[in-house]
């Protein structure tokens, strides 16, 4: 629609301004604060400059827990996207599967990131856990707290089982908004099964599909709670990604400065892709005419 | 004569199938809700059956561990308190976010991309940066382990949500439904309470599902801002290391019960949901 | 090219149809001639895009069987039954260009590439789109993706029969007469079997040899545009065809004369004794006003001059009879009566045409 030119709408958003500025602001008021200074203790700080900065670009610890996320990231986009598409197509398009459907797969989204954690924790314990006796009932060596492959297959296997669902119904739903004349007109033209994914459904659900990958990136990116629960970062610090490395340097030991600058770090990152997000939901509902 | 034995299978437009799809289906729900169901068949047995012995089903069938949580308020509470901040962050977002999103949705202003990108931001704001800056924030205004702080906080993340689902269902809304309100004689009040408000009830449903949906799962943030009165049942259960190890009945007990209202939400919502996917705006 | 047989064919979406109103397509038994262009015209959710889906084998008919060239092809899917669709809006391979698009078909089937080179510059040729051969299938208007859906289904040199769901839709109206008109010649070139739905008479009318005019899920004519005009053998062509449509006034017949509301009518012609509700039908083109005596006493509403003739639009005892009049032709006060000409009278009853007395 065409919008008018109209600066009093700055007063309707106000109340959204003032609370994420509180929320958001203040904070990373804060965070820069630190990161920039260095303390004797007892709450007295001097001037540190770029120095928290430098050490961390020098960290060893920062780009181990950087290359693991990245790694993390990759490895899950690449299961939970085909995965996620494969499972759109095979979804039921109306009646009560349909529904059925929506409402089961959705569960996993919905249930706290502690007890995802805890149910997979739970599940993956040779002693209590199906998952874990059946492996060992069939022989394989597999201890999620001692063994590295098994500590990053669990959670792995975790984040899949957690998000694919997301990019499943992001991608149900551009399916679904497909026209029947699509396929009618492929059916005539005698495409294979693979060409009409390729030709039509592909082409066609590429928007939403940018847009699943982008968050499900940036949220794998953050992730903290389910890999905590159920490997502490361990073992050793083979699964410590980005935010549980940040969290235990913050809260954990309470090293402010390095805390901070690796903050900023991770923020400016997150911003970059941000933008990437947004220029790509921009351009995607130009083409869609708005 | 003819053969119609395909007559009463084939009826409408036939669209293309994935031979067996309805096992691709049976596979990827068996995935999702096995270790869901895990989680029930260990809340129902009580801990000696569980450590001695390893059955797919509860032989000694017992709610003792949901009675633990339902009469000890410990564990209770920690529901109750979550239940009220997110309702709480519900609210605040929405009553924020329709305004704002009105504007976008309506208006071209001064430095209007900007600040949607802005906000857009905050939506990708990883909870670890300001896990500490918010500790410390919200000790120092005296808010620190109160509903109300926990809400705040959510705030961050859950109203450039809502602002962006709800532009996006205000978009399909023709201005020429304003501008004949204001013809009629509405003041703007009047005209978003009684007329828009109605017109995208079915995203604010989706927003509130949304809200709900990422409030109600967050561990970090709610966790560091509380300590005993706003406790939400997430700290809780990551805190129960008793002295005789980790009590898994009534654990997972514990982890069946917050499943439930996200149950209940997706229930009520489920014809919306496809909708606010269908936006792309998650 | 082939001849299309429908036997016994009735179609209804509900899953136990009982009464005849459950049908959406009632049963018919028709033959579309090989080689011919027909129109498929009436009202919205008279039937005939269904009628149009089961002949192209995207809908299953609950009842009958099709033939083409005499070969039952019912339980066929659409794949085997080699026919091309155009649909309501164009639909096009956005991420291919306009060469692929058009190759498309024929690279599923196998063809040999230097045979589909050849072919597709010939289609390209046929629908003037041989510069844009190149060009992305996406960025294009509305009417050059329709020629390219119209050249995908003509790609294939043995395509059985062309079909068109109310193709010009979404086209531009200058736009519409040039593709109605490349329709037209690539049917004299080729001679396809082309069955075109419309509910435009205008489109009907000019594209085809023969219109099939359905109502109510049923075919109640088929004919040249001239005989759907002079005998409508339904009381809706008459109203649907023309502008204004036919005028219908209830009558009572008995032989050679009409009465209608008390006035006596001499029709020429001997029509038995027609029983049910009998209709008089008379196109306001077999009309004129008079002064006189006789004919139907009338009161002149309005009269619109619409350049070539003028329109009078008259009442006669509460019902509408539009009446057609010269361009010069003066129309005085005194003019309260309307005559028919006789031969242009028809008898109906229950909406169906009787036919007049051989005499």
Known sequence: MNKTVNQKAWFLILPVLLLVAFSAVIPLMTVVNYSVQDTFGQNKFFWAGLNWFKEMMASERMWDALGRQIAFSTIILAIEIPLGIFVALNMPKKGFWASTCLILMSLPLLIPWNVVGTIWQIFGRVDIGLLGYTLAAMGIDYNYTQDFYAAWATVIVMDVWHWTSLVALLAYAGLQSIPDAYYQAAKIDQASRWKVFRFIELPKIMGVLMIAILLRFMDSFMIYTEPFVVTGGGPGNSTTFLSIDLVKMALGQFDLGPAAAFSIMYYLVILLISYVFYTVMTNLDKRDGH | ?282 | MAKITLENLAHSYLPNPKHEDDYALKELNHDWVDGEAYALLGSSGCGKSTLLNIISGLLHPSQGRILFNDKDVTNAPTTQRNIAQVFQFPVVYDTMTVRDNLAFPLRNRGADPTYIKDRVQQIAAMIGMEDSLNHKARGLTADAKQKISLGRGMVREDVNALLFDEPLTVIDPHMKWELRTQLKSLHHEFGHTMIYVTHDQTEALTFADKVVVMYDGRVVQMGTPQELFETPEHTFVGYFIGSPGMNVLAAEVQGDTAVIGGTQIALGKGFGRPTGNVELGVRPEFTSLSAGDAGLPVTIKRVEDVGRHKIVRADFQGTEINILAGEGENISPDMNRVVFDNAGINVYSNSWRVAPEVA
């Open chain 2, 1 to 282: 004569m003819s053969d119609f034995t395909n007559t009463a299978t084939k009826r409408g437009f036939a669209l293309p199938k994935i031979k067996g799809n309805a096992i691709v289906m049976g596979l990827y729900l068996l995935f999702l809700l096995l270790p869901i169901y895990w989680l029930l068949n260990m809340s129902l047995k009580n801990n000696s059956e569980i450590l001695n012995s390893f059955t797919l089903w509860p032989q000694d069938l017992t709610f003792d561990n949901y009675i633990t949580i339902l009469t000890d308020p410990s564990w209770y509470m920690g529901y109750v308190n979550s239940m009220i901040y997110v309702v709480m962050n519900m609210v605040i977002s929405l009553v924020v976010a329709l305004p704002a999103a009105y504007a976008f949705s309506r208006y071209t202003f001064l430095g209007d991309k900007h600040l949607f990108f802005w906000l857009l931001t905050n939506r990708m704001a990883p909870p670890a940066v300001f896990a500490l800056p918010f500790f410390q924030l919200y000790s120092s205004v005296g808010l620190f382990d109160t509903h109300i702080a926990v809400a705040l906080a959510h705030a961050l993340f859950n109203v450039p949500l809502a602002v962006w689902i709800l532009e996006g269902f205000m978009r399909g809304v023709p201005k020429e439904i304003d501008e004949t309100a204001y013809i009629d004689g509405y003041s703007f009040p009047r005209f978003f309470l009684r007329i828009f408000t109605p017109l995208v009830a079915s995203g604010i449903g989706v927003t509130a599902f949304f809200l709900f949906m990422f409030s109600w799962v967050e561990l970090l943030l709610s966790r560091t801002l509380t300590s005993v009165n706003a406790k939400p049942i997430a700290a809780t259960m990551t805190r129960t290391v008793g002295a005789a190890g980790i009590d898994w009945g009534v654990l997972a007990a514990a982890g069946v019960l917050t499943i439930i209202p996200g149950a209940l939400v997706i229930y009520f919502v489920r014809n919306y949901i496809a909708k606010g996917f269908a936006l792309g705006r998650v």
